[in-house]
């Protein structure tokens, strides 16, 4: 593996990342990334590219992670159960309210 630009097998690949090198990409369960390769081996960058996936390394260990795929589209589908709280004012708001608008929940505790 090179460091400055790190390379894997493609059977370790597969072996560690549950993903398999097809014709028609890099494959996962029934989910395919279009990729082409021309060696028996895959450079990290581009695999982390064509996955939309971060990429992480420490190079003085030699050590590197491919995060879970950036997908939007996963939770496109997700629902919130309807939370009731109170507003600043002391009014019930409902969660569901918002339904239809991208909404950033943030939960903080002190402990």
Do not use: Y
């Not at 090179?2 to 993903?19: A, I």
């Not at 081996?41 to 992480?56: K, T």
């Amino acid at each position: 593996m090179l460091f400055d630009r790190p390379r894997v097998s493609v059977q370790e690949f597969e072996k560690k990342s549950g993903w398999h090198l097809r014709p028609e990409g890099l494959c996962h369960d029934n989910v395919c990334v279009p990729f082409s390769h021309s060696t028996g081996e895959l450079e990290l960058a581009a695999v982390a590219r064509a996955l939309g996936s971060p990429l992480v390394g420490d190079v003085d260990a030699g050590v590197w992670s491919l995060g879970p795929p950036v997908a939007a589209h996963a939770i496109a589908g997700a629902r919130a159960p309807d939370l009731m709280l109170p507003d600043v004012h002391g009014n019930v708001f409902h969660l569901n309210s918002l339904r239809g608008k991208k909404v950033l929940l943030l939960a903080w505790a002190s402990w």
